[in-house]
């Protein structure tokens, strides 16, 4: 298990986009929509082959069949970073160690395609504080697309009131940019960039 990317999410993708903008000083560029969710995005890429996701509900889209994903559907509020994301190398058996994660979706935007545990409830463990867990199929990968921004991740603060049981909990983590603290339920991202150190919360 090992950091893919970073959600913002906003009641709108405009309101969760100039979030992440204004805290790290950087433009995004376009991303797409997610019919299986009714979301649409835009992205910034990181050094490290991470990148960051803006994200909200599509006002367009039709409504889909069940919860989306990242608990969007009950976000109210200023726009937020929402959800950390975690690649792994084989979802199911992954899901055999956390099955609380959620259950496994084929999903594809274009000619990518990726595997993802989302629970039936949108709601993941610990608050939402567990990682969606992904699985990408072949080669294509969004931060591969993504024209430079000089910004690196440094380090992912989770903290939870609970922090050592989802330490416990997440004992297959292996990036040592994710830290753990004991606090109320909140994700803290330092991202280094051009114009210097930044925080995105």
Request: hydrophobic share 45%; no cysteine.
């Amino acid at each position: 298990m090992h950091l893919d990317h970073l959600a913002v999410a906003g009641e709108s993708l405009d309101a969760a986009a100039a979030h992440l903008e204004a805290s790290l000083g950087l433009p995004l560029q376009p991303g797409g929509a997610h019919a299986r969710f009714g979301t649409h995005n835009r992205l910034l890429g990181l050094e490290d082959g991470l990148y960051l996701e803006a994200i909200a509900i599509d006002p367009n889209a039709p409504a889909p069949d069940g919860p989306r994903w990242f608990d969007l559907d009950r976000l109210q509020g200023a726009p937020h970073l929402r959800t950390w994301i975690a690649r792994v190398d084989d979802l199911d058996a992954t899901l055999t160690r956390h099955p609380d994660a959620g259950e496994s979706l084929a999903l594809e935007r274009g000619d990518l395609r990726w595997r993802m545990a989302v629970p039936p409830s949108g709601v993941l463990p610990f608050d939402n504080l567990f990682p969606a867990l992904i699985e990408w199929q072949g080669t294509a990968h969004p931060a591969q697309r993504l024209a430079p921004s000089g910004a690196r991740l440094s380090r992912l603060i989770v903290t939870h009131p609970e922090a050592a049981a989802l330490r416990a909990a997440l004992f297959d983590l292996t990036d040592p940019r994710v830290v753990i603290e004991p606090g109320a339920p909140a994700l803290r991202a330092e991202i280094a960039t051009p114009h210097g150190l930044r925080v995105l919360a």
